[in-house]
């Protein structure tokens, strides 16, 4: 059983900060390609962060660079998202996704296709307000 596990979200002043968790099993994590993407309620989905099966490509949309860490562990077949220095304007559902691995993937446009992804996470709220 294919299973995609989002946690750590949470409410969250303005500056502050959290770490999104995503545990997965019933399929190979380290040949795939794992992303972040987030949603406001009625808007588009948005590619947050990702990264390939080995970790070293990664992918961040311009608006969280300087602010989130994208990491995984292949031993332990996690995701985790470090989120620093929130703003209001990060608060949505954060959702994790995974992508069967290829060369680049997290540069193509492939990378930005919901299609492209297998396995999906129920998703996390994250709601960062004063």
């Known amino acids: 059983e294919i299973q995609v596990v989002e946690s750590g979200g949470g409410l969250v002043q303005p500056g502050g900060s959290l770490r999104l968790s995503c545990e997965t099993s019933?399929?190979?994590?380290?040949?795939?390609?794992m992303s972040w993407v987030r949603q406001v309620s009625g808007e588009r989905l948005e590619w947050v962060s990702g990264l390939n099966g080995g970790g070293g490509m990664i992918s961040y949309v311009d608006s969280v660079k300087g602010r989130f860490t994208i990491s995984r562990d292949n031993a332990k077949n996690t995701l985790s998202l470090q989120m620093n220095s929130l703003k209001p304007e990060d608060t949505a559902v954060y959702y994790c996704a995974a992508a069967p691995d290829r060369i680049g993937f997290v540069y193509s446009r492939s990378y930005y296709q919901e299609s492209a992804y297998d396995f999906w996470g129920q998703g996390t709220q994250v709601t960062v307000s004063s």
């Open positions: 019933g399929f190979i994590f380290s040949a795939y390609a």
